[in-house]
């Protein structure tokens, strides 16, 4: 029976040195081949990285500026500072009534007429309406800072290091006609990186879930008057059903970008058949008037991260057999049963296999509820990168008890700390 025991010790510890031996799961981003000047591809949910071409590299982005600003109103009515239905006057410097609107996209408005923030927002993103953004970033600059000076202290906010802001519709600076920056040069654009960009994007689907809905809808309205309301086509979907589309992808939005700059450039929201989402930023796909190609593209990315990479989904409310109980060594329940707490997909390179560590989380109070998180499952992936506004808790799986244990007497604590 000892020599039983002593197999079976070293058979265990063989396991155990081989499993932690073994190798790391690659997940490197995949290299971007389409013709494009810049790009990336993100995971929505958690930010990891799954394909880039030159994704650090600051370009101009056209109106896909405008983020910013819908991301400026989305945080100010996160933290109640305004209202959907509050009323913003326009003003000289955003009236564009007299500009061809061909060439500079604007509404039917003039100054000192007022539409709502959410009237305001609408038109920015389904429209582009470089009036629409220079009124709502004019009425969201706080006192003693220029339009120019809030934009980058709300690029600050999102950590986009080196990213310059000039207006806020994405304008040539000598375009941007009464917000023109006196001291730039008249060339002078918005410059971001795809990870910049990425980054604001995925803080909009965040703040805004109804953002699909609003970026893909076939009209939007606002007042011209009270009782005159304009209703204008949206052209964005159009050619979206033209699409070489093999796998069925679903684009749910989000903001163009087009000038001469830029080239033709998308932010996109694109979902695959399995739910997964998808964010993507493509910069110079085509010439900045070419309508197919920014969003052909947009595709194409993202069907080549499918095709060279795989998903691992931990479903919310699952017992993962590695996983299926956590130690409180302090509680009454010692060995806490845990289900998955959210949702959580991990991509790697196909032929990688994904291996985990259960880490506990140091416990402090006197009980542990229902629900509440006790541990985190850690992956060993390899070459795995993530938004930097990703939290590393996006890089886990957090565990949650299946039920309320309280804090155990001092003799069994104590009592553990010797066996254990």
């Known amino acids: 029976m000892k020599h039983i025991k002593v197999i079976g010790a070293i058979f265990v510890m063989f396991f155990l040195m081989t499993t932690a031996v073994s190798a790391n799961a690659d997940a490197k981003p995949l290299g971007i081949k389409e013709d494009v000047s ?36 989305l945080k100010a009515i996160d933290t109640k500072k305004i209202k959907w239905s509050d009323k913003v006057t326009i003003s000289k410097k955003a009236d564009l009534f007299k ?34 953004a220079f009124a709502l970033a004019e009425y969201l600059t706080p006192k003693k ?17 080196q990213s310059k802001w000039y207006n806020s519709a994405g304008q040539v600076n000598q375009d941007a006609f009464d917000n023109k920056v006196e001291n730039a040069p008249d060339d002078a654009v918005n410059l971001a990186s795809p990870k910049h960009v990425a980054i604001i994007a995925r803080e909009i689907v965040k703040l805004d879930p109804n953002i699909r809905e609003l970026a893909t809808s076939k009209q939007v309205s606002y007042h011209l008057t009270k009782n005159y309301i304009v209703n204008e086509p949206t052209e964005m ?18 903001k163009t970008g087009s000038t001469p700059e830029s080239g033709a450039a998308f932010t996109g929201i694109i979902k695959d058949t399995n739910g997964h989402e998808f964010i993507t930023v493509v910069n110079g796909a085509a010439s900045y008037m070419d309508e197919v190609q920014r969003y052909q593209k ?13 998903a691992v989904t931990f479903k919310k409310g699952t017992v993962l057999p590695h996983a299926s109980q956590v130690d409180l060594p302090n509680m009454k329940q010692y060995h806490m049963p845990v289900t998955v707490a959210q949702t959580k997909t991990i991509w790697i390179n196909n032929g990688a296999k994904l291996s985990s560590k259960i880490v506990a989380l140091d416990i402090k109070g006197k009980s542990v509820k229902k629900g509440q998180k006790i541990a985190n499952v850690k992956f060993n992936l390899n070459n795995a990168q993530y938004l930097s506004s990703s939290y590393d808790v996006d890089q886990s799986v957090q565990l949650i008890a299946t039920h309320k244990t309280a804090k155990a007497n001092f003799i069994v604590r104590a009592w553990r700390s010797v066996v254990h």
Request: no cysteine; aromatic share 6%; hydrophobic share 45%.
């Open 38 to 73: 810049s790009a990336i591809v993100i995971d929505a949910s958690t930010g990891q990285i799954l394909a880039e071409k030159n994704a650090d590299k600051l370009g101009p982005i056209a109106s896909q500026s405008k983020l910013l600003t819908a991301y400026a109103v």
């Open 298 to 310: 947009s595709l194409n990315i993202v069907n080549a991260v499918l095709s060279a990479q795989k």
């Open 237 to 254: 979907t159009k050619n979206w059903p033209y699409l070489v589309n093999p796998n069925h992808l679903t684009i749910e939005g989000l």
């Open 145 to 161: 800072m220029t339009t120019a000076q809030a934009l980058q202290a709300w690029a600050a906010e999102l950590h986009l290091t």
């Open 99 to 132: 500009q061809d609107s061909h060439m500079f996209s604007h509404l039917a408005v003039k100054a000192g007429d007022q539409l709502t923030v959410r009237e305001l927002y609408n038109t920015m993103i389904t429209l582009s309406a470089n009036d629409a």
